[in-house]
């Protein structure tokens, strides 16, 4: 256990939440609350902190919560710390939220009837990320019960020592940082590598589940607080694509290197996308499925603005794997937010 990692788990975000003016029944209407959100976590799972606090002023009807930011509705089944990096550019602290309990934007938001959905979302993106990292997921659909409730409760709370005992029998695997002196050799010696040297000299050592949140700007800045902002989820292009890390000899796999083949579109000849990679690639469907290379300029020009994972800006040449190893959600995936700076003769028809 890295001390990255307890920092990841004991990351929290201060929320200054209000009540929309819409449900405000009394007056005087109530006091924002004030809540430090698990960076880890999910915003539905705040309800039982917020409800208290502001049922005696709700119209009648049936709870649907839901959040807001800037007039923007919040998807649910992203992390809250992810929602923080994505849109506030530049981080603002308290983030102030506004929350809803009636009128679920439906046409938005997919539903969400609480916890249980929560939790099976989490489940899902694990059976997904095992899938990805083992070719099956069976290990994950065999947890048993008790397992299955201690690892959702460990997320919960907070705990990492359950979580990675439990998750340990998962056996999903660990990730070698590449920058020790010893692992290629090993890794290309070993008979059981996932990967043969392919004709380039490359060798693979492992898929990587990764989310990627990607946004484009056309407009350069310089300073955050001049960065445009996030207003419509059709912006941003949420981009679930395995990463498989390659070798060569002398060098390692950086974070640079990751975004490059992550999105060929912008980067073609950094790029090595197998066939299975390029049908993995999904877009959530009412978000942004813009075909980057359907511009009329094939060989577009990007910049990489920032990449924000677990709310820090790693420079782009550490090693992919020590990102992999101690940034990593719980649910196994590596979740990035990704600013590009494309220019208006390349950008996206």
Not at 80 to 93: A, H, I, K, M, Q
Request: charged share 20%; with cysteine; glycine share 6%.
């Amino acid at each position: 256990m890295s001390e990255a990692q307890k920092h990841v788990w004991e990351g929290a975000i201060p929320l200054q939440i209000h009540l929309h003016e819409s449900e405000v029944t009394t007056l005087p209407p109530p006091p924002p609350a004030l809540v430090l959100a698990p960076r880890l976590g999910y915003l539905p799972l705040l309800i039982s902190l917020l409800k208290p606090q502001f049922s005696s002023t709700l119209p009648p009807g049936v709870d649907t919560i839901w959040f807001e930011y800037k007039g923007l509705p919040l998807k649910w089944y992203i992390p809250t710390g992810v929602l923080f990096d994505l849109l506030c550019v530049e981080p603002e602290r308290p983030w102030n939220l506004t929350v809803h309990f009636r009128g679920y934007p439906s046409n938005i938001l997919l539903p969400c009837e609480g916890e249980d959905s929560v939790k099976w979302s989490f489940i899902n993106s694990l059976k997904e990320a095992a899938y990805v990292i083992n070719g099956n997921s069976k290990n994950v659909m065999n947890m048993s019960q008790t397992d299955q409730v201690e690892l959702w409760g460990s997320v919960l709370n907070g705990n990492l020592e359950t979580y990675r005992r439990v998750a340990s029998k998962l056996k999903l695997g660990t990730f070698e940082d590449e920058y020790m002196e010893n692992v290629s050799s090993v890794l290309i010696k070993s008979p059981q590598s996932p990967g043969d040297t392919d004709v380039t000299g490359q060798v693979k050592t492992g898929r990587i589940p990764v989310r990627l949140y990607l946004w484009t700007v056309n407009e350069e800045f310089d300073d955050f607080e001049d960065a445009p902002q996030i207003d419509n989820w059709d912006k941003v292009s949420y981009i679930n694509r395995p990463v498989e890390i390659y070798k060569e000899d002398g060098k390692y796999f950086s974070l640079n290197d990751a975004v490059k083949r992550i999105l060929p579109e912008f980067f073609p000849e950094n790029s090595f996308v197998t066939e299975g990679d390029a049908n993995i690639n999904q877009i959530e469907e009412g978000e942004s499925s813009s075909d980057p290379g359907s511009s009329c300029n094939t060989l577009e020009i990007a910049e990489i603005k920032f990449v924000r994972v677990q709310g820090i800006e790693p420079i782009l040449d550490i090693p992919f794997s020590w990102v992999v190893s101690n940034l990593m959600n719980p649910e196994y995936f590596l979740h990035m937010c990704v600013c590009l700076k494309v220019s208006k003769s390349n950008a996206v028809q």
